[in-house]
């Protein structure tokens, strides 16, 4: 994984001095909250309902046993013993005092950590597959790519004030596993008939109030030319987004509104302009970085048979673990979504105990999922026993992966001041009711997201079955969809009618689940079954 420089670790040394600064003149008063506000958000820092909210960059998802146990410390020491793992494969607070706020970020600079670019009108964190260099089916390793990017986006003065906030996401394979194509842009590296690598530029994705899809503007960008193609679709929408109305200022907006095809024309007129100018880093840079990124020395002897005798831990192995592109290892999940429990929220007893496995099991190395999961990326097949041991032990050995239990939800209106809704006790109550009815096996993959607001950070949009808490007349209301997938099936999610109370959301999803048992063909997921049969009889079924 990438390791600081004396350039990074000096940049994030001053930036926390900075802040240090900043959050003592608010303390004293000689900076309004008007005045503060978007100084704070460039470092992570949000006012919630009850209060401050740190959002931690976790770059690409990647960290290590030190990191991990550095944000367990934090969670100890300034928050409530927990934190809260992201849909941006980020970390969050959320129950720091200002007082506390410059201490948590040398913190997190002790270990190579920031939360810089976290919130803000800017580019944030650079997400990509979580399996990204240990992935079966990738062409290349997408993370030196994404990191990469992240060094150019950080602190670029052009795109330090965006229109709206902007989001990146790297893959290297067919299979999308990042939510690609529901980015401002997305970035598939890809292969050409002559063997040659190069990216494929997917720009404005979306999803909040007015989902899109991004649709490709150039299937194939030199990987020598990338931050150049990068740097000429940021000022193209830098020049032209919509500042006066935010509820137009994302990209996707604009890429509407002019048209793809216009869109990418002055996208290439610009870029033929930036290839002059010389923008692009020397590739010596992009090969410093690949250095990074080098496979671990992994056991050529490793075995490859598992012993399945215990059907517990059978049944962990046959959901929670992904083929490895090694012989004789694959990926791990640690789900994080324990029955009635929190989606994405992790103990700092359990962060310490993730980060000693990841350093006995997997070269020392964590993934945060965008699913709100943890990747151990490399485990040999012969240590799987001894790590779901110790993983039921701590209460982190659900086999939930990819079912109606593995809930995406954003923390809703239970922390979020811009929420209408709660989301967390609906996560609660589904993944009880699928566990008391032994439903979730059976089911098979079934991709269910939950948002509190329109922002949708429980991509609900996105959800195979879909839930959306708004207000209504002051009271929660949740609206059903279904349809939708961040894959590389991508499609949006469509409501199916009247919403429902707390109590009738629950039953809901399980009407649309019996339905779907009914109607399937073989092999055939939730989402293959709704497309081949349609909307009607799910409505049929919920409303009459």
């Known amino acids: 994984m990438y390791a600081y420089d004396q350039y990074d670790q000096a940049m994030v040394d001053a930036r926390v001095e900075e802040f240090r600064d900043q959050a003592r003149r608010r303390l004293e008063g000689k900076l309004t909250e008007d005045q503060f506000k978007p100084l704070r958000l460039m470092n992570g820092l949000y006012l919630q309902l009850h209060a401050y909210m740190l959002r931690v960059a976790i770059p690409?998802?990647?960290?290590?046993?030190?990191?991990?146990?550095?944000?367990?410390?934090?969670?100890?020491?300034?928050?409530?013993?927990?934190?809260?793992?992201?849909?941006?494969?980020?970390?969050?607070?959320?129950?720091?005092?200002?007082?506390?706020?410059?201490?948590?970020?040398?913190?997190?600079?002790?270990?190579?950590?920031?939360?810089?670019?976290?919130?803000?009108?800017?580019?944030?964190?650079?997400?990509?597959?979580?399996?990204?260099?240990?992935?079966?089916?990738?062409?290349?390793?997408?993370?030196?790519?994404?990191?990469?990017?992240?060094?150019?986006?950080?602190?670029?003065?052009?795109?330090?004030?965006?229109?709206?906030?902007?989001?990146?996401?790297?893959?290297?394979?067919?299979?999308?596993?990042?939510?690609?194509r529901l980015h401002d842009i997305g970035i598939n590296i890809v292969k050409n008939d002559a063997g040659e690598l190069g990216a494929a530029f997917y720009v404005g994705g979306g999803m909040g109030r007015t989902p899109m899809i991004a649709p490709c503007i150039n299937p194939f960008v030199p990987l020598d030319q990338l931050v150049t193609y990068a740097e000429a679709c940021l000022r193209v929408y830098n020049r032209y987004g919509r500042r006066d109305n935010k509820y137009k200022a994302r990209i996707k907006i604009l890429v509407h509104e002019l048209g793809a095809e216009e869109y990418t024309r002055q996208v290439e007129q610009e870029f033929e302009h930036l290839l002059d100018q010389g923008v692009e880093p020397p590739l010596a840079e992009l090969d410093r970085i690949r250095t990074f990124f080098d496979d671990p020395l992994f056991d050529t002897r490793a075995a490859y048979e598992i012993d399945r005798s215990d059907p517990d831990f059978a049944l962990w192995v046959d959901r929670n673990t992904v083929p490895h592109k090694a012989d004789g290892y694959v990926s791990a999940v640690i789900s994080l979504k324990p029955v009635g429990g929190i989606p994405g929220d992790a103990t700092a007893e359990q962060m310490r105990l993730m980060a000693d496995l990841a350093k006995d099991y997997s070269f020392d190395e964590l993934r945060v999922m965008h699913t709100q999961n943890i990747v151990l990326p490399h485990v040999r097949k012969a240590d799987l026993h001894a790590l779901w041991t110790a993983l039921e032990e701590a209460g982190l050995g659900s086999?939930?992966?990819?079912?109606?239990?593995?809930?995406?939800?954003?923390?809703?209106?239970?922390?979020?001041?811009?929420?209408?809704?709660?989301?967390?006790?609906?996560?609660?109550?589904?993944?009880?009711?699928?566990?008391k009815t032994g439903k979730t096996g059976t089911l098979g993959q079934l991709k269910l997201k939950i948002s509190g607001c329109i922002n949708a950070c429980g991509h609900h949009h996105a959800g195979h079955i879909g839930i959306l808490g708004v207000d209504r007349k002051g009271v929660e209301n949740y609206q059903l969809l279904l349809g939708g997938s961040e894959a590389e099936d991508v499609s949006l999610a469509k409501i199916t009618g009247p919403g429902f109370d707390e109590h009738g959301i629950v039953d809901a999803v399980e009407t649309v689940t019996t339905v779907y048992e009914n109607e399937r063909q073989d092999g055939e997921r939730f989402v293959d079954t709704y497309r081949r049969i349609?909307?009607?009889?799910?409505k049929e079924a919920l409303y009459g």
């Open 60 to 180: 690409y998802g990647t960290l290590d046993s030190r990191q991990m146990h550095a944000l367990a410390d934090i969670a100890d020491k300034y928050d409530r013993g927990y934190g809260h793992f992201t849909t941006r494969q980020n970390i969050q607070y959320n129950w720091i005092k200002l007082e506390d706020a410059a201490d948590i970020l040398a913190d997190l600079a002790k270990v190579e950590m920031h939360a810089i670019q976290t919130s803000g009108n800017c580019i944030r964190n650079i997400s990509s597959d979580h399996f990204a260099g240990a992935a079966a089916d990738e062409i290349v390793d997408p993370r030196p790519y994404a990191e990469l990017l992240r060094q150019w986006s950080s602190f670029h003065p052009e795109f330090s004030y965006l229109p709206r906030k902007f989001k990146i996401a790297v893959i290297a394979s067919e299979t999308d596993r990042a939510a690609m």
């Open 399 to 435: 086999p939930n992966l990819d079912t109606v239990e593995d809930i995406i939800a954003c923390p809703g209106l239970d922390y979020c001041s811009l929420a209408n809704a709660r989301s967390i006790p609906i996560a609660q109550r589904i993944s009880e009711r699928f566990a």
């Open 534 to 538: 349609g909307m009607n009889p799910f």
